[in-house]
């Protein structure tokens, strides 16, 4: 580690603002990858991949530059310039005046008549860049002008206040040899032949400073791998290393509790039920600790799948928690469980932040002694001020809210051993195995018995509240869901408030109710439990209601703007109805839509089942639904992205697959340098035992 004051310009204070970014070292500069590149080039290739802005720039010669003042109160520099193409520019800097202080004072000299100069900005007509927005600019005579500012891809990096993005440019380029010296390449040289990838050096070179695209793509390409190969190895000996651990206990079906579940029920489970079921029993008999993805569409009745396995658990006097994403959520389950679980010697509680204290305080008492069987809230339930006497099933609702860390934690949590987690956002396969490389799989195929899939269309709005009306004096209920809270300026995106007024007065002699994530907790469980008892026949919504809310009666779902919602998340809002017998419909009321909507919506319309849509190609494009800025924290990326990167990642969990099989330790010195990357990487984050 090298201080980076070594750097010339560099002293304690500015060394300071550089950690502040986490950069301590001159080594560490390498790393520090740029955010997005800009394309500072008088003549630019075509194709501009999408992580390059193109800005135009001029370059020529000062004929004239003179200001002047408006009555707006602001200053305009004018400068015009001989380009080298022979043809003249005018370039304006703008900026608001200040009395009594020369706003271009320091400016003027770099603009005497003659002298060569680069504008960067944005030209008002693109063709001939005779008129420029001047956003910065380089003195030609100035040697890092044309080194790392301009007239060549130029990286864009995340700043902090003190560094500018020149400096840091300069900064990043002046360490870059010597953190790129001692950085080596712990790839075998084998797998970078067979993937045509840059070497380590020549990565980290071109990611800062690209000559062009190529190089670009190339050191991308090279440095996403590496993220992903690591990840991938990571996950596999995590799961390895998690079945090696025995968890000390193992539970007898005793069925006192199960048979009168099943009786309560009122129906017969499907096939996939009794199949995830019996999984899940093998699991949590067997010695090791069970890491189990359960994966089920929408409304295909996970919650008495995870019913089965704390019943199972109760009956062996072991506690179980049952853990949402939302207390909304929490609460509707809490009616579930109340509903199968009548008569049953079993006990269980609801625990949230509304808990009243006094409560909260026997329910705690109670989890310590052991009285509790079951608890239910969100993930708050793990934390250290709620001692159990002895848990050791979590099951997880709704897996993809859930980062691997908390997982993590979970399984470290005293006694707690076995660990459930569901989900309703089916996952591509090869993206599973990297995610959740640590979980073993189920899947409910079908859907239970008399369900008839949703009937999806496009319609306008007008014939939209003309189905409202339809569903709710048949005595069914709806929701109407919209993509924001409040008017934002953007005429296109219709807002939930607003809308609410209008939907209370189109519809005078049925009640309408708003549910938004912005409400109290204890608000939005009102409006639920209203809408679920049937107190209200209209919800107006924002995604709030996107998981979980389970009402039978429930028949419309209409989506306003559907255009703004990846794909994900349409087909959860869908899955909020048709989970009755009644058939339902969901209608997408759209506004303008990109390309690319129009393949989500015209995916949504023609096909009901969720596999079959997560099998989709713009599945995970834009899937800010799927991962959660947590869960891409969790996987420590700096460049990769999962829901972009799939061809990436298939080769990475390849070449991971093909590493362990020959040597599962790492310890052939060919994979020497993998083994150290990833003790570094994530063997103290993950716990990765097996390789310290
Ligand atoms: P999800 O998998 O989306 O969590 P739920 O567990 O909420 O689905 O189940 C959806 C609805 O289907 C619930 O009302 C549940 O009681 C009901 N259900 C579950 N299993 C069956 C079944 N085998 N037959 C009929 N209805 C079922
Ligand atoms: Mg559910």
Not at 319 to 335: D, G, K, M, N, R
Not at 362 to 373: F, N
Not at 495 to 512: L, M, N, Q, S
Not at 605 to 611: A, D, H, K, Q
């Amino acid at each position: 580690m090298t201080s980076l004051r070594f750097i010339k310009g560099i002293g304690p204070k500015k060394a300071g603002l550089f950690g502040k970014l986490g950069i301590n070292s001159i080594e560490d500069l390498a790393f520090y990858y740029p955010r997005k590149w800009i394309d500072r080039r008088p003549d630019k290739e075509s194709n501009t991949p999408p992580y390059v802005v193109r800005q135009d720039v001029v370059c020529g010669e000062v004929v004239a530059a003179r200001e002047t003042y408006t009555a707006g109160g602001l200053v305009l520099f004018k400068v015009v310039i001989k380009n080298d193409r022979g043809g003249e520019a005018e370039a304006v800097f703008f900026k608001r005046r200040a009395r009594g202080f020369d706003v271009f004072g320091s400016m003027r000299k770099d603009f005497r008549r003659g002298s060569r100069v680069w504008i960067v900005g944005e030209s008002e007509e693109n063709m001939f860049l005779t008129k420029i927005r001047a956003q910065e600019y380089y003195r030609d005579d100035d040697p890092t002008a044309k080194k790392y500012h301009t007239g060549r891809i130029v990286p864009v990096y995340p700043l902090t206040g003190g560094i500018t993005a020149r400096l840091m440019r300069e900064t990043v380029a002046a360490g870059l040899p010597f953190s790129i010296e001692g950085a080596g390449d712990f790839l075998p040289a084998r797998i970078r032949e067979k993937r045509a990838l840059f070497d380590r050096a020549e990565a980290l070179r071109c990611i800062h400073f690209p000559e062009n695209y190529f190089q670009l793509a190339s050191a991308r390409r090279r440095l996403i791998y590496e993220e992903l190969l690591l990840f991938a190895l990571a996950c596999a000996i995590r799961r390895r290393q998690i079945r090696e651990i025995p968890k000390h206990f193992s539970y007898e079906i005793k069925r006192h509790l199960l048979t009168p579940f099943r009786r309560n029920l009122g129906f017969e489970l499907t096939g996939g039920q009794k199949k995830a079921i019996n999984e899940i029993f093998g699991d949590m008999r067997s010695p090791v600790p069970m890491a189990r993805l359960l994966e089920g569409d929408v409304g295909s009745g996970k919650t008495v799948v995870a019913l089965s396995a704390m019943l199972l658990a109760a009956e062996n006097g072991a506690q179980s928690a049952f853990i949402t994403p939302t207390e909304i959520l929490a609460s509707q389950h809490y009616f579930t469980f109340e509903k199968f679980l009548k008569g049953l010697e079993v006990r269980f509680e609801l625990l949230t932040g509304s808990t009243p204290a006094a409560r909260r305080k026997k329910i705690l008492e109670g989890l310590a002694c052991g009285e509790i069987d079951i608890v239910i809230g969100t993930h708050a339930i793990l934390s250290d001020g709620v001692k159990f006497r002895n848990l050791r099933l979590a099951v997880v609702d709704e897996q993809h809210r859930f980062g691997v860390r908390q997982r993590a934690a979970m399984r470290d949590k005293g006694e707690l051993a076995d660990v459930l987690v569901m989900t309703a956002t089916p996952i591509p396969r090869s993206l599973f195995l990297a995610m959740y490389g640590d979980l073993d799989l189920s899947t409910i195929k079908e859907m239970p018995a008399g369900r008839k899939p949703v009937s999806t269309l496009e319609t306008d709005e007008e014939t939209a509240f003309e189905a409202v009306n339809e569903e709710i004096s048949a005595g069914n209920r709806v929701y109407i869901v919209y993509p924001a809270i409040e008017e934002s300026g953007n005429a296109e995106l219709k807002a939930v408030k607003t809308e609410y007024e209008k939907i209370c007065h189109r519809f005078p002699g049925f009640k309408a109710e708003l549910l938004h994530g912005r409400m109290k907790s204890a608000d939005k469980k009102r409006t639920m439990d209203n809408f679920a008892m049937g107190r209200t026949q209209i919800l107006v919504a924002t995604q709030v209601v996107e998981v979980g809310l389970d009402v039978p009666e429930a028949t419309l779902m209409v989506i306003n703007n559907a255009e703004r919602f990846g794909l994900a998340a349409l087909h959860q809002l869908r899955g909020r109805v048709g989970r009755g017998n009644r058939p339902s419909r969901c209608l997408l009321v759209c506004g303008n839509r990109t390309p690319e909507a129009a393949e989500r919506l015209d995916a949504l319309v023609n096909c009901s089942g969720g596999f079959e849509l997560s099998e989709k190609d713009i599945y995970l494009r834009g899937a800010g639904d799927i991962f959660t800025e947590e869960q891409h924290g969790d996987m420590g990326f700096r460049l990769a992205d999962l829901s972009r990167d799939g061809n990436i990642l298939r080769q990475a969990i390849d070449d991971k697959d093909g590493i362990l099989s020959i040597d599962p330790d790492l310890s052939a010195p060919e994979n020497a340098g993998v083994r150290k990357k990833l003790i570094e990487q994530y063997a103290g984050k993950w716990n990765l035992i097996d390789l310290s």
